[in-house]
């Protein structure tokens, strides 16, 4: 943690770096975790063409998602967003179950901090849109990467 000058404690920007060959082609991930949500790139070559956001929403279970920037005829980077978000907002409500079952007097402040850890979460989805399986598979990866490393999303 660091402290901000107004003396509010931060977290750090944290990045993780991942690839892996999809379909015969060579996928690049970078994560950039932020203090609200995380920022995922994921592309072949050095662009960015698209931009998605979700953030959850307490009046619906599916996260609010829109396209900030690129093809809006393209809902791949909003619906990837929306689902990772779906995601992590599904992890903190296990943490939360798991923190009140371990510490029952504590549940109030649990629960505070469970509602705060609704991750806002960016994505930049850059691959071409040739193969509907692509899209697939490169979110089963991201998958597999935050179960591995939950700490870096």
Not at 119 to 124: A, D, E, G, I, Y
Request: hydrophobic fraction near 40%.
């Amino acid at each position: 943690m660091e402290t901000a000058l107004n003396g509010d404690s931060v977290e750090p920007i944290t990045v993780h770096d991942f690839s892996e060959k999809v379909l015969e082609q060579l996928v690049h991930f970078h994560v950039m975790k932020l203090s609200g949500g995380f920022f995922l790139w994921i592309g072949s070559e050095p662009v960015l063409s698209s931009l998605a956001l979700a953030v959850s929403s307490k009046h619906d279970a599916m996260p609010l998602s829109t396209l900030v920037l690129g093809d809006p005829s393209d809902t791949t980077p909003s619906s990837l967003a929306q689902r990772l978000s779906k995601i992590c907002f599904n992890q903190s409500i296990q943490c939360f179950t798991a923190e009140v079952q371990c510490h029952q007097s504590a549940m109030t402040s649990s629960f505070f901090s469970a509602k705060k850890t609704k991750k806002q979460v960016f994505v930049s989805y850059n691959l071409p849109l040739t193969n509907s399986n692509l899209a697939l598979l490169v979110e089963n990866r991201i998958k597999k990467e935050m179960e591995l490393h939950p700490d870096k999303f």
